[in-house]
């Protein structure tokens, strides 16, 4: 398996403001992905983080909103930018590792999260 | 993409054997059948995959029927500490890159 760190584990920020979150993988993975979990839902997926490269976003989701960046192999962050209480909710990456047979098979391991309080 | 759907919710007790059925029924080919198992205040944790047949590890087994359009997910003897959300998804690298789609989830509560 893969240990996903993310920071900071919960925040409250105040309307207007935006929130980085980092997330640190304990090795190289191929692929990595930014999620949003409303409290009592179910995960919906945000982007993709790609290495080197923009970020696949879909719909409902937008750069300027959720700028996303992913310098190497083990690293991204999420900035929830511009704040409102409608962004209260937890955040979440995962990552797929490189070995053939997890993505042939898609097996994905996750975060803690972060969970974020907008006032 | 295909849509999975299983039971809100669900209560036990412990000691049982608790089954959770998921039905599929536009899976394709090359799909694979995972289950995912979440915790609160913790991210999402595989806990088995499936393509056909049954599957078994040292968590769970997953029983899966010759025309794939459903599965179930058993959990022997559970415990307090099964108590989570589980979370069926279909779907493989080829038909999502990468991508997991999750449902609703069934919320599994067990009682001493």
């Known amino acids: 398996s893969a240990v996903i760190s993310q920071k900071p584990s919960r925040d409250i920020c105040q309307r207007g403001t935006s929130l980085t979150i980092q997330c640190q993988v304990d090795?190289?993975?191929?692929?990595m992905f930014w999620y949003r979990q409303q409290p009592g839902q179910s995960l919906t997926l945000i982007a993709t983080a790609n290495q080197g490269s923009e970020a696949t976003y879909e719909s409902g989701f937008v750069i300027d909103k959720f700028p996303i960046s992913r310098p190497n192999l083990t690293f991204s962050t999420l900035t929830v930018s511009n704040l409102s209480p409608e962004d209260s909710s937890i955040y979440l990456c995962?990552?797929?590792?490189?070995?053939?047979?997890?993505?042939?098979?898609?097996?994905?391991?996750f975060g803690a999260g972060t969970r974020l309080s907008v006032l | 993409l295909a849509k999975t759907t299983q039971p809100i919710s669900m209560d036990s007790y412990e000691g049982q054997e608790v089954n959770i059925t998921c039905s599929h029924n536009?899976?394709?080919?090359?799909?694979?059948i995972t289950w995912y198992q979440q915790f609160p205040s913790q991210g999402p944790r595989f806990i088995i995959q499936g393509y056909k047949t049954k599957v078994t590890n040292e968590v769970a087994s997953l029983f899966i029927p010759a025309d794939r359009k459903s599965s179930t997910l058993s959990l022997p003897r559970v415990s307090l500490s099964d108590t989570a959300v589980y979370y069926c998804l279909v779907g493989s690298m080829y038909n999502q890159g990468g991508k997991l789609i999750f449902g609703q989830g069934t919320e599994l509560s067990v009682k001493p």
């Open positions: 536009n899976i394709a080919t090359n799909d694979y």
């Open positions: 995962s990552a797929l590792r490189g070995d053939r047979a997890s993505i042939a098979k898609n097996i994905q391991y």
């Open positions: 090795s190289q993975v191929t692929m």
